[in-house]
């Protein structure tokens, strides 16, 4: 019977493994197919009308030249029905009117019944507005409503806003367009329960003000969606390049994370949240990524009758209110062909279209990865080392694999990888190719700019984890935290196909902790266990590695960051200012120890505290500013800047010292703000670690409650430095 069993067992694992070895076989071949190209079709019916009935507008914006036309004759509703009858259109379901500005138009409620009784197949319809004529925007909406209510057809309305106060009107060139663009919003949603959304474009002009508009929309409770503004045709901007698309790397690369942002916090349509990806894409030099209903379902009329195949790169074709609309969109049809061709693969206007060809080969990518690369797939990561090929390198230099956290890292992890990067080159006397492993490859790549450093950087999202874990000298889990995260699949795995191939194995200057899943726990003691050196940062992780029973040697380094900004700090040296500055985050339930209705309860109480502590320390210091800076810029792991603009809007909203920095934050600006600020309030670990490691007058907010930064503290002799968060709770009561 026993022997029955282990058969049994023996075929089943057999057979797992013949069936992995298919299927990533069968994934490699599918890789190496080419990506099937659009197809047009000459006899498709539009499904999508986009609609400009008006060719002036009353504002003046930057990245617009529609508002420098002259007002000439538009087509009547009339006209429009009569051109809306042609087969052309018999399949149509929504048409969105803009212009211009379409409320300008007093006749619009009668376009839009005409376009009703044209087109029995319509499904919905939507309008555009600038809303900078409250009053007058407000009444034609409300007769627009009637109509579709009368008809019974969907009616949605999108209000162009571009910023937040002054940056909005900076771009619409129109002084309190803000204030009549958020009431009339609000008006549509509140009085007459329209669907309503804001429309953000996005400039050189308002690079840096998207972030404050998604702020204002999430707090008040408004959705929009955010595009990038692209050169258009028909708003005749092609001289406009100086503000559209013309991002220096520092604004693309915000951008990036702000397009991540949305994606994770805010937008939840995914086939909208697919056109950020695109436009991420695009904005990084890739080609687009989102197909285009302009490629078969949609199709541009002017607003004198001219029809054109897409609104950005089409040439006008001719005009419908003179030739049957079927005709000229068949007899032109080398330009829909051109424009394909030429335009397309780089379009960054956000048009949404059902998953393309290479959408669907990324899913299918993204889809498998996930499926083995799990804490629980280590076992698999081995046989499929096993099927992929070695990643060759040259043979007189060493190759270090760095891996852990990197693609969410902090300004302090940057830091890290440079003392490990300066270690290595040191140690190897130069003779040495580094790859990094990130989770997200953008902004590693980012980093690598900031540090001036040569790597290649491979995604640990794919099977590149495996593949340059089995063909490097030495892999490193590079610093940060071996906690409750389900990125430790990546240290694990990459451990255990390194070790398999008799591969060098590093943990330098992590930490350890906290744990409170025994499935992590597990995972960071196989990690352990198939380290060859373990150097951690803090003497509280080498006692918590002895409570694991790990026999191995360990070495406390030390973070390797210190060795990193003491490198660099030496070049810089700004003149002292009479500043107080703030490096805060979020308070998150991960360091707490309660329940999370205590944490609910006490996180208010340890924010107020904060808040009085700055105020004090403002006062008593006679501080002519108060600056809030930022250890991190990314969605995941909590941009600093959406806590500090929440934080300043409620503790400080009256304060004219406040002041918040809302761009990049690197290594060379936290050490400049920090050496020329007379004293620093630190939250974040590494902005402690920056302070005290810069000899700066600090204070130390331990918001891990007796982990990391009372470790750091007390490791430095440095603890007088630390107010923990019981402080503030004891000092709430008092």
Same mark, same amino acid.
């Given at each position: 019977?026993?022997?029955k069993?282990?058969?049994?067992?023996?075929?089943?694992?057999?057979?797992?493994?013949?069936?992995?070895?298919?299927?990533?076989?069968?994934f490699?071949?599918?890789?190496?197919?080419?990506?099937?190209?659009?197809?047009?079709r000459?006899?498709?019916?539009?499904?999508?009308?986009?609609?400009?009935?008006?060719?002036?507008?009353n504002?003046?914006c930057?990245?617009?030249?529609i508002?420098?036309?002259e007002?000439?004759?538009?087509?009547s509703?009339?006209?429009?029905k009569?051109?809306?009858?042609?087969?052309?259109?018999?399949?149509?379901?929504?048409?969105?009117?803009?212009?211009?500005?379409?409320?300008?138009r007093?006749?619009i409620?009668?376009?839009?019944k005409?376009i009703?009784?044209?087109?029995?197949?319509v499904?919905?319809?939507?309008?555009?507005?600038?809303?900078?004529?409250?009053?007058?925007v407000?009444?034609?909406?409300?007769?627009?409503?009637?109509?579709?209510?009368?008809?019974?057809i969907?009616?949605s309305?999108?209000?162009?806003?571009?910023g937040?106060g002054k940056a909005?009107?900076?771009?619409?060139?129109?002084?309190?367009?803000?204030?009549?663009?958020i009431?009339?919003f609000?008006?549509l949603?509140?009085?007459?329960?329209?669907?309503?959304?804001?429309?953000?474009?996005?400039?050189?002009?308002?690079?840096?003000?998207?972030?404050?508009?998604? %702020?204002? =929309?999430? @707090?008040? !409770?408004?959705? /929009?969606r955010?595009?990038?503004?692209e050169?258009i045709?028909?708003l005749? #901007? &092609?001289?406009?390049?100086k503000?559209?698309?013309?991002?220096?790397?520092?604004?693309t690369?915000?951008?990036?994370?702000?397009?991540?942002?949305?994606?994770s916090?805010?937008?939840?349509?995914e086939?909208?949240?697919?056109?950020?990806?695109?436009i991420?894409?695009?904005?990084?030099?890739?080609?687009?990524?989102?197909?285009?209903?302009?490629?078969?379902?949609?199709?541009?009329?002017?607003s004198?009758?001219?029809?054109? %195949?897409? =609104?950005? @790169?089409? !040439?006008e074709? /001719?005009?419908?209110?003179?030739?049957?609309?079927?005709?000229?969109f068949? #007899? &032109?049809f080398?330009e829909?062909?051109?424009?394909?061709?030429?335009?397309c693969?780089?379009?960054?206007?956000?048009?949404?279209?059902?998953?393309?060809?290479?959408?669907?080969?990324?899913?299918?990518?993204?889809?498998?990865?996930?499926k083995?690369?799990?804490?629980?797939?280590?076992?698999?990561?081995i046989?499929?080392?096993?099927?992929?090929k070695?990643?060759?390198?040259?043979?007189?230099?060493?190759?270090?694999?760095?891996?852990?956290?990197?693609g969410t890292?902090t300004? /302090?992890?940057k830091?890290?990888?440079?003392?490990?990067?300066?270690?290595? #080159?040191?140690?190897y006397?130069?003779?040495?190719?580094?790859?990094?492993?990130?989770?997200?490859?953008?902004?590693?790549k980012?980093?690598?700019?900031?540090?001036?450093l040569?790597?290649?950087v491979?995604s640990?999202?794919?099977?590149d984890?495996?593949?340059?874990?089995k063909?490097s000298?030495?892999?490193?889990?590079?610093?940060?935290?071996?906690?409750?995260?389900h990125?430790?699949y990546?240290?694990?795995i990459?451990?255990?196909?390194?070790?398999?191939?008799?591969n060098h194995?590093?943990?330098f200057?992590?930490g350890?902790g906290?744990?409170?899943?025994?499935?992590n726990?597990?995972?960071?003691?196989?990690?352990?266990?198939?380290?060859?050196?373990i150097?951690?940062?803090?003497?509280q992780?080498?006692?918590?590695?002895?409570?694991?029973?790990?026999?191995?040697?360990?070495?406390?380094?030390?973070?390797?960051?210190k060795?990193?900004?003491?490198?660099?700090?030496s070049?810089?040296?700004?003149k002292?200012?009479?500043?107080?500055?703030c490096?805060?985050r979020?308070?998150?339930?991960e360091?707490y120890?309660g329940?999370?209705?205590?944490?609910n309860?006490?996180k208010?109480?340890?924010?107020?505290?904060?808040?009085?502590?700055i105020?004090?320390?403002a006062?008593?210091?006679?501080?002519?500013?108060?600056e809030?800076?930022?250890?991190?810029n990314?969605?995941?792991?909590n941009d600093d800047?959406?806590?500090?603009?929440?934080?300043?809007?409620?503790?400080?909203?009256?304060d004219?010292r406040?002041?918040?920095y809302?761009?990049l934050?690197t290594?060379?600006?936290?050490?400049?703000?920090?050496?020329k600020?007379?004293?620093n309030?630190?939250?974040?670990?590494?902005?402690?670690l920056?302070?005290?490691?810069?000899k700066t007058?600090?204070?130390?907010?331990?918001?891990?409650?007796?982990?990391?930064i009372?470790?750091?503290?007390?490791?430095?002799?440095?603890?007088?430095n630390?107010?923990?968060?019981?402080?503030?709770?004891?000092?709430?009561?008092?």
């Amino acid at each position: 019977m026993n022997l029955k069993l282990k058969f049994y067992k023996f075929r089943r694992k057999l057979m797992r493994k013949v069936n992995l070895y298919r299927e990533i076989s069968k994934f490699s071949k599918y890789r190496k197919n080419p990506i099937p190209q659009v197809t047009l079709r000459p006899d498709a019916k539009s499904k999508v009308l986009n609609l400009n009935i008006i060719d002036t507008c009353n504002s003046k914006c930057i990245m617009c030249n529609i508002w420098k036309q002259e007002e000439e004759l538009e087509i009547s509703p009339n006209q429009l029905k009569e051109i809306l009858t042609n087969p052309l259109f018999s399949e149509l379901e929504h048409v969105g009117v803009t212009g211009g500005e379409p409320t300008l138009r007093d006749d619009i409620a009668e376009v839009f019944k005409k376009i009703i009784e044209a087109v029995p197949t319509v499904k919905g319809l939507s309008i555009i507005t600038n809303a900078i004529k409250e009053d007058e925007v407000k009444l034609r909406i409300t007769e627009i409503k009637k109509v579709c209510d009368d008809y019974q057809i969907p009616f949605s309305v999108m209000v162009s806003i571009d910023g937040v106060g002054k940056a909005h009107d900076k771009v619409r060139g129109i002084k309190g367009n803000f204030e009549t663009a958020i009431n009339v919003f609000n008006y549509l949603r509140y009085e007459l329960k329209i669907e309503v959304s804001f429309g953000c474009t996005i400039s050189k002009v308002n690079a840096w003000d998207a972030d404050d508009l998604l %702020y204002f =929309a999430k @707090k008040n !409770k408004m959705y /929009g969606r955010f595009r990038v503004a692209e050169s258009i045709n028909r708003l005749y #901007n &092609q001289d406009l390049n100086k503000v559209i698309r013309n991002f220096n790397d520092d604004e693309t690369y915000n951008l990036l994370l702000f397009f991540e942002k949305l994606k994770s916090v805010f937008e939840k349509n995914e086939t909208f949240n697919r056109t950020y990806s695109s436009i991420q894409q695009v904005l990084s030099g890739g080609d687009r990524l989102i197909g285009c209903p302009y490629h078969n379902d949609g199709i541009v009329l002017g607003s004198k009758g001219q029809l054109s %195949y897409c =609104a950005p @790169k089409s !040439k006008e074709l /001719g005009n419908s209110s003179q030739t049957s609309a079927n005709d000229i969109f068949k #007899n &032109q049809f080398y330009e829909k062909e051109r424009i394909l061709r030429e335009n397309c693969r780089n379009c960054i206007h956000d048009y949404h279209a059902p998953i393309s060809p290479i959408e669907a080969r990324l899913n299918k990518e993204k889809k498998l990865y996930n499926k083995y690369l799990q804490i629980n797939q280590d076992d698999e990561s081995i046989f499929i080392s096993r099927i992929l090929k070695r990643v060759s390198k040259s043979k007189n230099l060493t190759r270090i694999f760095i891996i852990g956290w990197y693609g969410t890292e902090t300004v /302090g992890d940057k830091a890290i990888l440079g003392g490990i990067v300066d270690h290595y #080159n040191k140690k190897y006397k130069d003779k040495v190719e580094y790859v990094i492993g990130s989770i997200y490859p953008f902004i590693t790549k980012q980093t690598l700019k900031e540090l001036s450093l040569k790597a290649k950087v491979v995604s640990t999202s794919s099977f590149d984890l495996i593949q340059y874990s089995k063909s490097s000298d030495l892999i490193v889990m590079g610093g940060g935290p071996l906690m409750d995260l389900h990125h430790l699949y990546i240290p694990l795995i990459g451990f255990k196909v390194a070790k398999y191939y008799k591969n060098h194995t590093v943990i330098f200057g992590c930490g350890i902790g906290p744990l409170k899943f025994d499935y992590n726990k597990v995972a960071v003691i196989k990690i352990l266990k198939l380290s060859d050196v373990i150097k951690l940062r803090d003497k509280q992780s080498v006692d918590y590695l002895k409570t694991l029973m790990i026999n191995k040697k360990v070495e406390l380094s030390g973070d390797p960051a210190k060795r990193f900004i003491n490198r660099i700090s030496s070049n810089i040296n700004p003149k002292k200012e009479n500043i107080l500055s703030c490096y805060l985050r979020d308070w998150t339930q991960e360091y707490y120890k309660g329940t999370k209705d205590e944490f609910n309860l006490v996180k208010p109480i340890f924010e107020k505290g904060i808040a009085k502590l700055i105020k004090q320390q403002a006062q008593k210091l006679n501080v002519v500013r108060i600056e809030f800076h930022h250890m991190h810029n990314f969605v995941i792991g909590n941009d600093d800047r959406d806590f500090s603009r929440y934080f300043v809007e409620k503790y400080f909203y009256d304060d004219s010292r406040v002041f918040i920095y809302k761009k990049l934050s690197t290594i060379e600006t936290i050490v400049t703000q920090m050496k020329k600020s007379k004293f620093n309030i630190c939250m974040r670990f590494h902005s402690v670690l920056f302070a005290h490691t810069l000899k700066t007058s600090f204070i130390a907010i331990d918001y891990t409650m007796g982990g990391k930064i009372k470790a750091y503290l007390e490791d430095n002799n440095s603890y007088d430095n630390i107010i923990t968060v019981v402080n503030f709770i004891n000092d709430s009561v008092e």
